[in-house]
C-alpha cells in the first residue's frame, strides 16, 4: 500500500458526548478549528473530495501514529462537545486515540465508513477543559492510517450534560460484582456488549475488565464452555467471547465462541432454512423476531472478526430474509410491522398460533421488532458492499423504518408495548424497544439507507427514552418502564400486563446502544 493512499477511510472522531436530559432550547457559541491549519504530522492537506469546509482537509498516512492535533483556548475550566467532522468512503474502520492535553480520553475510537468520500459526518464526544489554552490530538492508531479529517468544533452547549453512559455502567458495577450480575444469557450479554461499547470509547480499563471477569465465570482456561446452545438465546452472550478475543487476544475466547459457531452448522431449521427460536419440544418449528438477534449478529462477527467462510457471509442475512418473510404484517396502516411470532407446524403445540395470519400470533409486541431493526441494520455493517443479499436488507430497513415512524407515540416520543394498540388504556410505552427503534432509526438515516427525514423520529425517542432515566436519592441511575421477558402469546393482556423490574437488563443493554450512536453522531445531525 503506499504511504498516502488517496482512497482511503476517512474518519473522524468526534471527542466530547452529549447526553442532555432535555436537550437544551439553546446551544452557546462555538468554535470552529479547520485541520489544514493544525499541526500535522505524518499527514497532506488536500482538496480533491468535495464537501468539506475551509480550504481543504487532511488526510493521514498509512501509519499509525499519523496525527492532527488542535490548540484551542479556553476562557475558563469548562466541559464541552469537541466535534470531529469526517469522511470515509471505504467500508474499513480506522480506530484512532484521542488525546487532552496529553491525556487520553477515547481510546481506539471507531471511525466507520460513511458511504463515500464527499459524504461528511460527525461524531462527539465530552470533555473537560482548563483554563487557557488546550491541545486535542487525534493520532492513528493501525496502520491503515487515521481519517481525512476536515474540522474540529468546541461546543459550549454541553456544560449542563450527564454522560448517561458511563453513569449507567458506574451504577450497575457498584450494584453488582461480576459474579452477581447473573448468568450466561442474553439479558447479560446484551448489557455487557452495551458496556464494551462504551469501552470502545472511553477507554476506561475497569469497564473492559469488568466484562472479563464475568466472561470468565463461564469460560476455563482451554476454552471449554459447558452450554448445548439448544436454543438461539443462549447464543446472544457469545459476543461478549468475540468482544474479549478481538481486544486481548486470547485464543480460548475464540475456542468457546467457535463452539457456538458449529453448534450453527447443525442447528434444526424450518423447512425455508430458518433457524427454530429452540429445540425444546414446545417451540420447535418456530420463529421469533427476537431470535434473529441472538443468533445473526454473533454469526457475522465471528466472519468478520475470526475466521470467515461461505457460512459465515450468507447464513445472517439468509435469516433476516425468512424470518421477515413469515412475520411481516402486508396490509393495512401496520403494513411494515412484524408479528412477534411464527410456527410453521400450524399450532401443533403453540396454543396461541393464528393460522388467518400465516400462523403467526397476531400480535406486534414492541421489543420482538426491536431486536429484529437492531440485527439487520448490524448485520449491514459487519457484510460487505458486494453482499448478493445487501440490497434485500436494505430494502427491509426502508419497510421498517417508516413503520417505526408511523406508530411512534407523538406525545412522549417512544412506542408502546403492543406497538398498534395506541388507544388501549392498559397499554404502555415501553423503554426498552423505544431504545432499540431510535438506534436503528438513527443508524438507517446515518447510512444514508432511509431519508434524511427520519432523524427527527430518532431524536423524538431519543428525548423520550432519556426522560425514562434519572439519578436516584444514592446517585446511582434508575431505568423504568423495561419489560421483562416475554413469551409469544395471543393474549393483549399478557403483554400488557408484563412485569416492569426497574434497571432489567433489557432496558440497560438496549439504551447503552442507542446511546452511544445518538452521542456519536450528535441530535439532529
Not at 473530495?49 to 487532511?58: C, E, I, K, L, S
Request: net charge neutral; with cysteine.
Amino acid at each position: 500500500m503506499p504511504l498516502r493512499n488517496r482512497h482511503r477511510v476517512i474518519a473522524i472522531v468526534a471527542l466530547g458526548a452529549l447526553l442532555v436530559q432535555p436537550v437544551p432550547a439553546a446551544v452557546a457559541a462555538t468554535t470552529l478549528h479547520e485541520a489544514e491549519t493544525a499541526t500535522i504530522s505524518q499527514g497532506v492537506v488536500e482538496s480533491n473530495h468535495a464537501g468539506f469546509t475551509g480550504t481543504g482537509f487532511v488526510n493521514y498516512d498509512n501509519v499509525a501514529g499519523s496525527s492532527v492535533e488542535w490548540t484551542t483556548d479556553s476562557p475558563q475550566a469548562r466541559q464541552v462537545r469537541l466535534v470531529l467532522r469526517y469522511a470515509n468512503g471505504t467500508t474499513a474502520d480506522r480506530p484512532m486515540s484521542i488525546t487532552l492535553n496529553g491525556t487520553t480520553i477515547a481510546a481506539n475510537l471507531s471511525f466507520p465508513g460513511t458511504g463515500a468520500w464527499t459524504t461528511w459526518r460527525t461524531v462527539t464526544l465530552q470533555a473537560s477543559l482548563v483554563a487557557g489554552p488546550n491541545t486535542v490530538k487525534a493520532t492513528a492508531t493501525t496502520a491503515n492510517g487515521g481519517p481525512n479529517v476536515d474540522s474540529l468544533t468546541v461546543d459550549d452547549g454541553t456544560s449542563t450534560g450527564t454522560d448517561w453512559s458511563k453513569a449507567v455502567i458506574d451504577s450497575t458495577m457498584a450494584r453488582f460484582t461480576p459474579s452477581s450480575l447473573g448468568g450466561w444469557s442474553y439479558p447479560q450479554g446484551l448489557y455487557l456488549w452495551g458496556q464494551y461499547l462504551v469501552w470502545q470509547r472511553t477507554g476506561d480499563a475497569r469497564y473492559l475488565q469488568y466484562i472479563k471477569d464475568w466472561a470468565d465465570r463461564f469460560v476455563d482456561s482451554s476454552g471449554n464452555i459447558s452450554n448445548s446452545f439448544g436454543n438461539l438465546d443462549s447464543m446472544q452472550a457469545g459476543n461478549v467471547l468475540l468482544a474479549l478475543f478481538k481486544e486481548t487476544g486470547q485464543a480460548r475466547y475464540r475456542t468457546a465462541a467457535t463452539k457456538i459457531r458449529n453448534r450453527l452448522n447443525t442447528y434444526p431449521r424450518t423447512s425455508d432454512g430458518g433457524w427454530w427460536h429452540s429445540t425444546s419440544d414446545s417451540r420447535q418449528g418456530q420463529l421469533w423476531g427476537d431470535g434473529v438477534y441472538m443468533a445473526d449478529p454473533f454469526l457475522a462477527r465471528y466472519g468478520a472478526w475470526v475466521a470467515g467462510d461461505t457460512f459465515t457471509s450468507a447464513e445472517p442475512a439468509k435469516q433476516i430474509e425468512v424470518y421477515h418473510s413469515h412475520l411481516r404484517r402486508t396490509s393495512g396502516t401496520a403494513a411494515g410491522l412484524l408479528y412477534h411470532a411464527y410456527d410453521e407446524p400450524g399450532g401443533l403445540t403453540a396454543s396461541w398460533v393464528k393460522p388467518s395470519l400465516g400462523n403467526t400470533n397476531g400480535i406486534s409486541w414492541c421489543r420482538a421488532m426491536g431486536w429484529f431493526g437492531m440485527a439487520t441494520i448490524d448485520i449491514l455493517d459487519l457484510i460487505p458492499a458486494d453482499h448478493p443479499r445487501r440490497a434485500a436488507l436494505i430494502n427491509i430497513v426502508r419497510d421498517l423504518v417508516p413503520a417505526y415512524a408511523r406508530w411512534q407515540d407523538p406525545a412522549t416520543g417512544r412506542w408502546f408495548q403492543v406497538v398498534t394498540e395506541t388507544t388501549n388504556s392498559a397499554n404502555w410505552t415501553e423503554t426498552s424497544c423505544s431504545a432499540m427503534y431510535t438506534y436503528t432509526i438513527s443508524k438507517a438515516v446515518e447510512r444514508g439507507y432511509v431519508d434524511a427525514s427520519y432523524r427527527a423520529n430518532a431524536d423524538r425517542g431519543y428525548q423520550g427514552v432519556l426522560n425514562k432515566i434519572s439519578l436516584g436519592s444514592d446517585g446511582r441511575t434508575n431505568l423504568v418502564d423495561v419489560s421483562e421477558g416475554t413469551n409469544a402469546s395471543d393474549s393483549l393482556s399478557y403483554y400488557f400486563n408484563r412485569g416492569r423490574p426497574v434497571n432489567d437488563f433489557h432496558g440497560l443493554g438496549a439504551f447503552l446502544i442507542m446511546n452511544e450512536q445518538m452521542m456519536r453522531v450528535g441530535p439532529g445531525s
